[in-house]
């Protein structure tokens, strides 16, 4: 080990032996171990982004204006790493470190006095975000203002909007009850996440809404734990949640109990146990609701018991179940939520 480490030696572990029978084939000229790695950066550099230089950085603005939405959504990803580093403070226009003749200085305030004029503002707008001070955020993914860039760099164009729910059958349902409405969600630009539980609004909340990325919020939750979403919003940077009726003015539906309840509801206990009958499980419901715990239940609590009794089985039911429904008995926050994300002109939306 001394000889090793005094020498810097660097050793190929192969998967099988090679012709002499070796499985750790060793370089034993001195530093083999330093020239190794090298070698490794070397590779690793050609995947690198080029430097963020004052002809790069005016590249980028250029692109901002071009008329290819994917090239200047790219480009509103790289002007947003700017924000992202503790960029030098002389390259700051606004603290004078360029000259007004700088051409990259005179193209950045034109861009941005005609995003000011358009109604967008400065603070909304990616070049906004890029002319105030550089401060770093720390954060799972680089955030922008028209793509997310995964850590293994990845690019991801960013929704129009995103629905919070709080589980996978709530996606479920809302997905399914926008389809028998002839629409598409996803090809509308909205994104259903399922947050796994209302305690997590805030960590979502906060990557997506305007702390984050920007982007409208709307979504679904239990009533009865509606101080916590209020909480979680508010933290979020959406102080308006805690006020009387904020949840509502902000996108946020209540579930009478949960999405269960409020499907039950709609399609009436007879109608989902003819749901449950036309999907081959009437002879389960029957088993379940004959078994001593169950005794003395009623047919709406055997039918929540059931529901939740096996992995999946909510979100598979979840979508049969609003299949069945009539136009006139979709549940009013599912509906409330898809009214909210639909991007027609007369979709009304609130701050």
Known sequence: HTFVHHRRLWAQVRERPDETGRYVVWDLHPGSYDRHLER??????VHDPPPLTRQRLFELVTAVTHDDEAERRLARHDLDLIADARYDAEREPERG????DDPAYQHWAQERC?????????ARSPLGRASRSWRPRLCETRLTGGCEVAPNGAVKLLPRSVVLVEGNSDRVALHTLAETLG???EAEGVEVVAMG??????VFATRYGPHGFGLPLAGLYDVGEESVLRRGLAAAGLPGAVEPGGPERLGFYACSSDLEDELIRALGVDGVEAVIAAAGEAQSLRLLSGMPAQRGWTRVEVLRRFLGSQSGRKARYAALFVRALTPGR?????AAVLARVDPGPTAGREG
Request: net charge positive.
């Open 183 to 185: 629409r598409d969600l």
């Open 330 to 334: 979709v549940p009013e926050p599912l």
């Open 197 to 202: 539980g209302i305690t997590n609004t805030r």
């Open 114 to 122: 005609q995003l000011d004029v358009a109604g967008h503002g400065a």
């Open 40 to 45: 490794l950066a070397r590779q690793r550099a």
């Open 97 to 100: 470190g360029w000259s007004p």
